[in-house]
């Protein structure tokens, strides 16, 4: 079974389906912020309208969000899902980010959402480049990967045990630690982002004692939260080691 025979079978075994987007006021951030909470949080506070792109788009409830604020919404995932047909607002497409660019002119959008894909991809540079590509030079870029740095992840290695930064059910299910390539650091993630030609503006990471986790997310959080806007390139970087 390949990666995206994995994902296909997993939108039916575990539910992976239409939430429907939610109407509230997202200059406040609830007690639990998920990725998406801290995504539409952002752009609300950046005042943020017009086309926006959900790459990893999945059952489109962070798109159908949005409605009243950007006209034009466009979500790309590797598999298709049953409820893209009853929405036919958002225009949402089967695309394999590894097979090349995404099909978008350059600077179509506003805010371009990744939400737990970089890690997915073979070439994260090209990820990347990609993301920035098809964001307008005033936009905003808002990432999200699993951070292996996190405290419970460090105890799990001093135990002896793997740090698991996907779904523990992956591994019965023969994909090991749910077909992640790649493991970020907060160190990591910034070296890429600002190589690629985006420099982050806020950081964060889901979950509860969301002070904590928005002051120091590179120990606290299981997860990366990231957004960022468009600059120059800096291919000779210095990685972090």
């Known amino acids: ?53 959900d790459v990893g788009c999945a059952g489109l409830r962070l798109l159908a969000s949005v409605g009243d604020r950007f006209t034009r919404r466009c979500g790309v995932d590797i598999v298709s899902f049953p409820a893209w047909a009853g929405h036919p607002g958002i225009e949402a497409r089967t695309w394999n980010l590894d097979e090349g660019e995404l099909p978008y002119p350059d600077e179509t959008f506003d805010a371009v959402t990744c939400l737990m894909v970089v890690e997915h991809v073979f070439d994260p540079y090209h990820a990347v480049r990609e993301l920035r590509r098809v ?72 979950g509860r004692l969301r002070w904590l986790k928005q002051t120091w997310p590179s120990l606290f959080g299981n997860d990366l939260m990231v957004m960022a806007i468009k600059a120059e390139p800096q291919p000779h970087l210095s990685f972090p080691f």
């Open 1 to 53: 079974m390949n990666a995206e025979q994995y994902y296909q079978r997993n939108v039916f075994l575990h539910g992976q389906t239409m939430v429907e987007g939610e109407r509230r006021d997202f200059r406040q951030l609830p007690c639990a912020p998920a990725e998406m909470d801290y995504a539409l949080h952002w752009l609300t506070l950046d005042d943020m309208h017009g086309a926006i792109l």
């Open 135 to 206: 964001c307008k030079s005033d936009g905003r870029v808002i990432v999200g990967v699993p951070n292996l740095a996190g405290i419970k992840r460090r105890l799990e290695l001093l135990m002896g045990k793997l740090p698991i930064t996907s779904a523990q059910h992956s591994f019965s299910e023969n994909a090991w630690d749910g077909y992640h390539l790649h493991n970020f650091t907060q160190a990591s993630l910034d070296w890429l982002l600002r190589k690629e030609g985006l420099v982050p503006t806020r950081w964060a990471a889901q």
